[in-house]
């Protein structure tokens, strides 16, 4: 079994846990004996909640480990607090309540309330996209927010969110000393 | 009490370190002026860092790039990995009248422990464009002149490559070519196949391989990350290289945290008799005199103090006469060219670390070549090919267990390369000073006022289109071609606004790099350069420098100094 104990360390020595910030959720409540408690800083408890759920069905762990055993959630937090601009914390922050909203709309349930399928469902509805589709995201991704057209903006909002969330997954999970030793 | 000097040299980048060692071991005492902190060989934070060690895996905090504003728009520099080697853009402001991208490292060994090592000496071909097409001004040097010092400044730094035999990229001093790799070799049969005067060759590097020895430095171990310094000193910096060779001599004082605020003339003796400067820590103002002054502060950097040099016999900047000090100021056009993919190949090993590129020598308006382009000059090509890696699907909306599995495994290979164009010299391309806007040493700032014109932009057009017609012939599949930025530093090659010529009418300096007006006042970065070329030019500074200090030495000897 992996050496998740030893990720979980590696990754703890790696981060140092000594961050400000005031709001402790637990993420790895689906292994209890790994069970451990993260900080989050740019994103509330509640969507802490949405972003683990996510991680884990981005890059699942299977017989190898996923992004949920890097802790991946805390690095997109810690990345969205530092490394985004204040204009692009704008938008994730309304990115992420404009996703809260469409998974009221599509599952009837509150993000926090939600289980693996709900959230299997968003990515079905949102990422389950002709390539078409997936270029116009893209080529609205590219516009200027406070330029676009009212009516496009929720997608803007939506897409940022959902794009960011995976992009920073790949980014913590690909250049982790686990992966890139595994790789190697 | 400052004391006196044989010589001073301002500056510590790649040609300050050439002008100290050589002063130096020809028995010079020798004052080393840095404006920034000191940074000895080894002194390199990053240097051994892997991905994984820096808190956001590379990328810049927003707050980080708030202090680094207009240099984080090369997209590269201000990386995590690299960003301690570049000032602070809010303690060292400059003015765009048009945008220019001033990225400056301001330590002991300057951008020389930044540069991207490509060593390729100019020919005839460049030595002779400008008097050949009446553009500006004559170069007062032909390529017999420098091709000696090319060689000892080769043999010292240590280069590897492959000499090709061409008239127009002329043979170097070299150790063992890096390899190319499978895809490589691949696309250069091809344009040798399809084309007579195109060449793939692996780049010239200033990467030690081979068996010459080069005191307190180790061949290169393919860490792919000299941009953070080498512990190895396995390419080639003052740090590493001259400024422990000069220190050798026990003829060299440096000085870090020392700004030069001009240089001081003495109109009596029609000669500079030393410098004053302005401790960058202290603010205090000291004066130290010597026999030559070797100007090595960059381009920018070197013009700036011979502007604020202003005296009753120069008003308008040291050495002056000619109204040219600032202007023709130039840089390489890049950034454009062509990406490919091929799906061959799949089952060769690779591993992404070799820290080196090939490159497509000049082809373009060749003596012996095609017919001639709708623009002068021409331009080379620096690429690689290489395995993609996760990054590849950034712009995908695919998840899951498959998605995971399938970027654990190298992804098809993919290939990319950028031309670099020559950029004519235009007079109107200048920078000036401010004396509106001092900066927190009281010095002017620095006002940029330069685009690139016509020439560079129908040679942008050619370049892409001959990049993606290369690699269609080659066989690569989805190519495509890319022209982005196009601003005035970002090749990060300014040069020519001290520029050498015959005339002191028309130019600064004289084919010995002495202004024109002031024997014992040496000009050797870039600033001195009469046209750009296409290659990338840090070996001819380096091997004018040597040559310039050569000279130097022997006026001294004679007492012409």
Known sequence: MMDRRTALKNMALSFGFAVSGTTIISVFNSCSDAKTTVISEFFKASEMYSISQLVDL????????????????????????????????????????????????????????????????????????????????????????????????????????????RELSLLGFFTSQTIMELEA | MNKAYDAIVIGTGISGGWAAKELCEHGLKTLVLERGRMVNHGDYPTATKDIWDFEFRGKPSAAATANQETQSRTGFVTQETTAHWFVNDLEHPYNETKRFDWIRGYHVGGRSLTWGRQALRMSDLDFEANKLEGIAVDWPIRYKDIAPWYTKVEQFIGVCGENLGLPHLPDSHLSPAMPLNEV??????????????????????????????????ANCAYRNRCMRGCPLGAYFSSNSSTLPAAERTGNMTLRPYSIVSEIVYDDISKKAT?????????????????????????????????????????????????????????????????????????????????????????????????PQSNFLRGYSFQGSASRTDWRRAIKELSYGEALKDKLLKPGPWRIGMTGFGECLPYHENKMTLDDTKKDQWGLPTVTFDAEFKKNELEMRKDMQQEAIKMLKLAGFEDVKGFDTALYLGHAIHEMGTARMGHDPKTSVLNKFNQIHAVSNVYVTDGSCMTSSGNQNPSLTYMALTARAVDHAVKLLKQNLL
């Open chain 1, 58 to 165: 981005l890059l699942p762990t299977t017989t190898t480990i996923g992004a949920k055993d890097l802790n991946i959630a805390r690095f997109i937090d810690k990345m969205c607090q530092h490394v985004l601009n204040a204009e692009q914390q704008m938008e994730m922050k309304l990115g992420t309540e404009e996703f809260s909203k469409r998974f009221n709309n599509i599952t009837g349930k509150v993000p926090v309330d939600g289980n693996v399928e709900d959230y299997q469902k968003m990515l079905t509805t949102y990422f389950h996209i002709s390539e078409a589709q997936q270029d116009a995201v893209f080529e609205l991704l590219d516009s200027d927010y406070q330029l676009l057209a009212h009516d496009l903006k929720p997608d803007y909002r939506l897409y940022t969110f959902l794009t960011t969330v």
């Open chain 2, 184 to 217: 490589e070799k691949d696309f250069k049969d091809q344009i040798s196949k399809h084309y007579k005067n195109r060449h793939l060759t692996m780049g010239r590097f200033a990467n030690l391989t081979g068996d010459a020895q080069h005191t307190g430095r």
């Open chain 2, 274 to 370: 030393g410098v004053k400067i302005i401790d960058a820590q202290t603010h205090e103002t000291l004066e130290f005199s010597a026999k030559i002054i070797f100007c090595c502060a960059s381009t920018v950097g070197t013009t700036s103090i011979l502007l604020q040099s202003k005296s009753e016999r120069f008003p308008n900047g040291l050495g002056n006469d000619s109204g040219e000090l600032g202007h023709n100021l130039m840089d390489h056009h890049f950034r454009v060219g062509a990406t490919g993919t091929t799906t061959k190949f799949k089952q060769v090993p690779y591993i992404n670390n070799r820290p080196a590129s090939f490159h497509i020598p000049r082809f373009r308006n060749l003596k012996d070549g095609e």
